[in-house]
């Protein structure tokens, strides 16, 4: 048995990571195993979670204040050696092309569409799957 992913899901309102969370469920593939979340609601505890490795994914709310997923990403893009990809989720479609500046991995814009994200996600996460195979 493939031990349990870890995802970070950062945003400073409650409602977006839940609405995350609540998307993707505790197994969002069945190529994938199970899902565990970590939640944070500030960019330092983003920093420092990624710098204490273990994550498999970073899902970053692009539209968190006052550091938003973009910007983070980046960030983390320039500064962790070995980065977890990295979805950002973004406020309307439009702005996806932002994502492109930030290094995003992957882009899912609101209203978050539970199949859009799941599917982003499993795409994602499915090579980490693979490191994991003996």
């Known amino acids: 048995m493939a031990r349990a992913l870890k995802v970070l899901v950062y945003s400073d309102n409650a409602d977006s990571r839940q609405q995350i969370r609540m998307a993707l469920v505790r ?3 069945r190529e994938l195993p199970e899902v565990e979340y970590v939640e944070v609601a500030t960019e330092p505890m983003v920093i420092r979670a990624a710098d204490a490795g273990g994550l498999d994914l970073l899902i970053l709310d692009g539209e968190a204040a006052p550091a938003g997923g973009m910007g983070v990403c980046r960030q983390l893009k320039d500064e962790i050696f070995h980065c977890p990809p990295v979805l950002v989720v973004v406020g309307r479609p ?4 932002l994502a492109t500046w930030s290094r995003a991995d992957a882009v ?5 569409e539970p199949m859009t994200m799941a599917q982003a996600v499993t795409d994602l996460l499915r090579p980490r799957v693979a490191l994991q195979q003996p």
């Open 108 to 112: 899912v814009s609101h209203p978050i």
């Open 27 to 29: 197994r969002p593939s």
């Open 94 to 97: 439009q702005d996806a092309w």
